[in-house]
């Protein structure tokens, strides 16, 4: 079956240790994208990749890096700079730059508590 | 900045009411326009593409005003299981690619 697969589902890290949160796609998709959600609130983007080796910076990137090595593959990095890191993140792909109608496909998130 | 504007809620409504909500946004070139349902701790799932037409998809319609830059969507009959959170998407062109921005969602409560 094709999805995307986020792990881990929890994660726990101590305040001031950097967190790399996977994200895995079989779809074949273009882009991919990361968002982190808080309660009671919508999806904000982090970043964004819209092919191998580029992403560009969302509403929301300060305190986190990716990369984009492989169409697969774009994980991302919480770093320490965060401030307040612990939120719901969510990493979504979608098949086409320029289609119209180029619905986002999630994957099931993972929940990062920093202590 | 892009904006995408959703009455928070909670629609509280019976078994069997229709229930509609409405999203506005600010770019005015928006380009296309989604519905996606997220449960409680879960991750958002499409529910149906908005097209400027309006569209149909059993118990759910969802339109598009241009003019007034809104979305609807009118669930009919509703269930149960139609109890979820509904986020409005905004798909605005950058630089060659789609970038979405989302509302921050209705929460919808059915009871028995």
């Known amino acids: 079956d094709g999805g995307i697969t986020q792990s881990p589902k929890y994660l726990f890290r101590k305040e001031g240790q950097n967190v790399t949160l996977s994200c895995e796609q079989n779809?074949?998709?273009?882009?991919m994208y990361w968002y982190r959600q808080d309660p009671g609130q919508g999806l904000r983007l982090i970043y964004y990749?819209?092919?191998?080796?580029?992403?560009q910076k969302g509403d929301i990137a300060e305190g986190y890096s990716v990369s984009r090595e492989k169409k697969e593959s774009f994980p991302l990095t919480v770093t320490s700079a965060q401030k307040n890191p612990t939120a719901f993140y969510l990493c979504?792909?979608?098949?086409?730059?320029?289609?119209?109608?180029?619905?986002?496909?999630f994957g099931p998130g993972t929940r990062l508590t920093v202590l | 900045r892009k904006e995408v504007e959703q009455d928070p809620g909670p629609f509280n409504v019976p078994e069997g009411a229709t229930v509609a909500f409405n999203c506005t946004y600010s770019?005015?070139?928006?380009?296309?326009f989604f519905w996606y349902r997220q449960d409680c701790r879960k991750e958002p799932k499409l529910l149906m593409s908005?097209?400027?037409s309006g569209n149909e998809d059993g118990r759910f319609t969802a339109q598009l005003n241009r003019a007034s830059q809104y979305i609807s969507l009118l669930i009919r009959d509703s269930k149960l299981s139609d109890s979820a959170t509904y986020l409005c998407?905004?798909?605005?062109?950058?630089?060659?690619?789609?970038?979405?921005?989302f509302g921050r969602g209705t929460s919808l409560i059915v009871h028995p």
């Open positions: 979504a792909s979608s098949s086409f730059r320029l289609a119209e109608n180029n619905e986002q496909f």
């Open positions: 779809l074949n998709h273009d882009a």
């Open positions: 990749s819209q092919i191998v080796n580029d992403f």
């Open positions: 770019n005015s070139a928006s380009q296309s």
């Open positions: 908005v097209y400027s």
């Open positions: 998407v905004v798909n605005d062109l950058q630089g060659g690619s789609y970038i979405p921005t």
